[in-house]
T-cell receptor, first 118, second 113 residues
Framework: AQSVTQLGSHVSVSEGALVLLRCNYS??????LFWYVQYPNQGLQLLLK??????LVKGINGFEAEFKKSETSFHLTKPSAHMSDAAEYFC????????????????FGQGTILTVHP | DAGVIQSPRHEVTEMGQEVTLRCKPI?????LFWYRQTMMRGLELLIY????????DSGMPEDRFSAKMPNASFSTLKIQPSEPRDSAVYFC???????????FGPGTRLLVL
């Protein structure tokens, strides 16, 4: 079974500072990895995903994440935080079946609330 | 594309009452997922369907919860009888067979008094 650990339930940064949200996963087979963002009173929106190929993936709103198999990590970064980035961020993992098609079940981390202060 | 549609957006009910949450997936998506989000337990997968057939309901908390998908464009999650500990935000999500991304609805915020 797969699992996801997000280090830090709350992260606070200044506007313009680097954003780093940490995610480590556990999976016995090559995973698909996702970052979702949830703004207050809204559903989850996909930021970016890793499936295969290039390990550095770029997403919306200037975010990117790097898949590091050796470290079982998929940390989310953004060079310069904006006030509008304040939200809760979820890392998630799903597992392929033998045929390469995702099982479709997402396992989510506990979420990290990002606060951006002026 | 209208996205995943959920209704109602908010529901307040009294303990013991039946609650029905509704979801319309994105047209052409053949996987549908129901999640529950609480402060204590985070996001939990309750059940998911493929081509209207329940595939995995291991996350359904107990017999008070049931879910159906009578056709490709509609699913319900029912709680009967409801209890205060069922208070949560319930999300529906859908995806295609060969796409990895799940698309989430806006959620139903349920409060059981």
């Amino acid at each position: 079974a797969q699992s996801v650990t997000q280090l830090g339930s709350h992260v606070s940064v200044s506007e313009g500072a680097l954003v780093l949200l940490r995610c480590n996963y556990s999976s016995s087979v090559p995973p698909y990895l996702f970052w979702y963002v949830q703004y207050p009173n809204q559903g989850l929106q996909l930021l970016l995903k890793y499936t295969t190929g290039a390990t550095l993936v770029k997403g919306i709103n200037g975010f990117e994440a790097e898949f590091k198999k050796s470290e079982t990590s998929f940390h989310l970064t953004k060079p310069s935080a904006h006030m509008s980035d304040a939200a809760e961020y979820f890392c998630a993992v799903s597992v392929n079946n033998a045929g390469g098609t995702s099982y479709g079940k997402l396992t989510f981390g506990q979420g990290t609330i990002l606060t951006v202060h002026p | 594309d209208a996205g995943v549609i959920q209704s109602p957006r908010h529901e307040v009910t009294e303990m013991g009452q039946e609650v029905t949450l509704r979801c319309k997936p994105i047209s052409g998506h053949d996987y549908l997922f129901w999640y529950r989000q609480t402060m204590m337990r985070g996001l939990e997968l309750l059940i998911y369907f493929n081509n209207n057939v329940p595939i995995d309901d291991s996350g359904m908390p107990e017999d008070r919860f049931s879910a159906k998908m009578p056709n490709a464009s509609f699913s319900t999650l029912k709680i009967q009888p409801s209890e205060p500990r069922d208070s949560a935000v319930y999300f529906c999500a859908s995806r295609t067979s060969f796409g990895e991304t799940q698309y989430f609805g806006p959620g139903t915020r349920l409060l059981v008094l």
